[in-house]
């Protein structure tokens, strides 16, 4: 199993850029598809993004397309997720997972889960 940790929320205002970290350990790092999720207060989980485990395909949301990035470093063991021209409506919990299925968008799909870091955005 993949045991995930994720960090770098924070409470910012609209407008704002914010890098959420996932660390990752246990089984090898490199072979997962990787994905960060989201949870906003009274609602389900909600695909954000997901990456390959070689980096070479992507996959958004349309409402986070060309605002977030998502990226990976294997050496490191280490996923990104890159928020800029953030919103109100982005407050949420944001979740990474693994899964070894090819850039999912389903929730039960993915195998296994951080603890989750909590994004704030005022207006």
């Known amino acids: 199993q993949v045991h995930l940790a994720e960090s770098g929320g924070g409470l910012v205002q609209a407008g704002d850029s914010l890098r959420l970290d996932c660390a990752a350990s246990g089984r090898t790092f490199v072979m997962y598809t990787m994905a960060w999720f989201r949870q906003a207060r009274g609602k389900g989980r909600e695909f954000v993004a997901a990456?390959?485990?070689?980096?070479?395909?992507?996959a958004y949301a349309d409402s986070v397309k060309g605002r977030f990035t998502i990226s990976r470093d294997n050496a490191k063991n280490t996923l990104y997720l890159q928020m800029n021209s953030l919103k109100p409506e982005d407050t949420a919990v944001y979740s990474c997972?693994?899964?070894?299925?090819?850039?999912?968008?389903?929730?039960?799909?993915?195998?296994?889960w951080g603890q989750g870091t909590r994004v704030t955005v005022s207006s």
């Open positions: 990456i390959s485990w070689s980096s070479g395909t992507t």
């Open positions: 997972a693994a899964t070894k299925g090819v850039l999912p968008r389903t929730v039960g799909l993915y195998d296994s």
